[in-house]
Nanobody, 126 residues
């Protein structure tokens, strides 16, 4: 397994941008597909995006609608989530997760991952 630590969250006005980072420890990072999920206050976990081991394949939840971009740098053991045109409804704790499985178009929001980070808070004000 890998250990994951997120950073980059914060408070931003609607329409603004943030870039989240997820740093992984261990030499096996490139063996994992990586995903981002989020949980709003009082809400359920919600899948956001995923990227394949090589970075050649990505997948996004419908609500992303072209606003977010996931990427990874295997040399730095880091995955990123660039979030643009943020909306108040994007307010949530964002967590990254590692999985050896590529789920295609049916990514789970919470279970089915080997490792999770502790999460980083994103707050979007109106």
């Amino acid at each position: 397994q890998v250990q994951l630590v997120e950073s980059g969250g914060g408070l931003v006005q609607a329409g603004g941008s943030l870039r989240l980072s997820c740093a992984a420890s261990g030499r096996t990072f490139r063996q994992y597909a990586m995903g981002w999920s989020r949980q709003a206050p009082g809400g359920e976990h919600e899948f956001v995006s995923a990227i394949s081991w090589s970075g050649n394949f990505t997948y996004y939840a419908d609500f992303v609608n072209g606003r977010f971009t996931i990427s990874r740098d295997n040399a730095k053991n880091t995955v990123y989530l660039q979030m643009n045109n943020l909306k108040p409804e994007d307010t949530a704790v964002y967590s990254c997760a590692a999985t050896p499985v590529w789920y295609g178009s049916r990514w789970p929001p919470r279970y089915g991952y080997d490792s999770w980070g502790q999460g980083t808070q994103v707050t979007v004000s109106s």
